[in-house]
């Protein structure tokens, strides 16, 4: 899978496999110089783990990260930093009953005709959720790199879960309620509502979706390579590689194409001697590149596939159509375990043009 690797400067590699003995990430430029250890790289994997709440998959993994190179005496040294985490918690006889039967909404068939049946099914295999946590295990340590050496920060949050949606505007004074309820959404009132809707669908062996809304703060003016690595282009390939994701959208998004040009476009203005504009319908992005204004995002995520009830399907080895009833231990809804997926790899993206652009220099 040469698909295993992102980043132009700082390169984020993936390995593993959900039901494989561990999954685990090589990151490799990151500066030498970078005051790291594997609490850094913890804090953020406990909050993408599963089984800790009913709304979760109770798949119960512990995620202990271990870094076997690239920091010595707590600081980066400039070499290769690789993660590892070991799985402990895999039922593979769940998945017995998919090897044939094709699983609706899921990658099963493609996998399939693409590897020739070589491709490990158990858990999704490589196209699980389950390896998301190599995401977290770089973007932890991209996301502390762009805290120290600029002030970058990026805060995620569950903005929509199926038709509830927060009514209030996220603002700064939100930022320490997001982990302070399951569904990761700071609006308290909202964040019940949310987690009820979760377990009236769960109950009825069915999923739901929802929208994440990501807001980095402090970028400078000048990231992005225009025309084929923009800063959106680079952003939104990195989360469409998060599973579920089918829609990613900046500023006003879709939402601006039903404004007028004098509706949309946002008004320079100087405020303490600084260049910004009065609204922020671009994201943060202008041709590409950074303008200085907070980038934010909006990312949607499909219900999650694997649902209890009995769903149509095909056998692939008797070509004839069969009934499916899906086993295991799976999220009613993916959306409340992504933020930290989404903060990681934000980070990651923003590190890496940071790198290319200069404002990071290789040594700290």
Same mark, same amino acid.
């Given at each position: ?7 132009? #400067? ?17 990151? @490799? ?7 790291? !250890?594997?609490?850094?790289? *913890?804090?953020?994997? %406990? ?25 010595? #005496? ?19 006889? %769940? ?12 990658? !099963? ?10 491709? @490990? ?25 762009? =805290? ?11 903005? $929509?879960?199926? =038709? ?17 309820? %399951? ?19 769960? =109950?009825?062996? !069915? ?10 703060? =402090? ?79 909006? +990312? ?8 209890? $009830?009995?769903?149509?399907?095909? !056998? +692939? ?7 499916? *009833?899906?086993?295991? #231990?799976? @999220? ?19 590190? %890496? $043009? ?11």
């Amino acid at each position: 899978m040469s698909g295993s690797s992102i980043g132009q #400067r700082l390169v984020l590699t993936s390995f593993g496999e959900s039901h494989g003995k561990s999954i685990g990430a090589v990151l @490799d430029g990151c500066p030498a110089g970078l005051e790291i !250890d594997e609490k850094d790289i *913890q804090k953020m994997l %406990d909050q993408r783990r599963p089984g800790q709440n009913l709304i979760s998959t109770q798949r119960k993994e512990k995620d202990i990260v271990e870094i076997i190179s690239g920091v010595f #005496r707590g600081h980066t040294t400039g070499a290769p930093i690789t993660m590892l985490i070991w799985n402990s918690d895999q039922k593979s006889k %769940d998945y017995e009953n998919l090897r044939t039967k094709l699983r609706p909404g899921h990658s !099963d068939y493609p996998a399939m005709m693409k590897y020739n049946q070589y491709n @490990d099914h158990r858990g999704g295999g490589r196209f699980s959720g389950r390896l998301t946590a190599t995401h977290v295990m770089g973007g932890a340590i991209a996301r502390k790199l762009l =805290k120290v050496t600029l002030g970058i920060e990026t805060n995620s949050f569950t903005l $929509q879960i199926g =038709k509830t949606k927060m009514e209030r505007e996220f603002n700064e004074k939100m930022v320490n309620s997001i982990y302070k309820n %399951d569904v990761r959404c700071p609006e308290l009132k909202t964040a019940k509502i949310m987690k009820e809707n979760i377990l009236s669908a769960k =109950k009825k062996g !069915d999923s739901l979706g929802g929208i994440i809304e990501s807001i980095t703060t =402090k970028v400078p003016v000048g990231l992005g390579e225009p025309i084929f690595s923009s800063l959106e282009s680079e952003l939104s390939k990195a989360i469409f590689s998060i599973p579920s994701v089918k829609g990613v959208e900046f500023g006003s998004g879709f939402a601006g194409s039903e404004l007028f040009g004098s509706e949309n476009n946002d008004l320079y203005t100087i405020k303490k001697g600084k260049i910004i504009t009065k609204t922020n319908n671009s994201g943060g992005i202008l041709g590409g590149i950074s303008n200085g204004m907070p980038i934010t995002m909006r +990312i949607a995520f499909k219900p999650a596939s694997s649902i209890a $009830q009995k769903q149509s399907t095909v !056998d +692939i080895k008797t070509k004839k159509e069969a009934t499916l *009833q899906v086993k295991g #231990r799976h @999220d009613p809804c993916v959306v409340p375990r992504a933020p930290p997926v989404v903060d990681s790899l934000v980070s990651l993206t923003i590190a %890496d $043009q940071a790198l290319i652009s200069g404002v990071i220099k290789p040594v700290l």
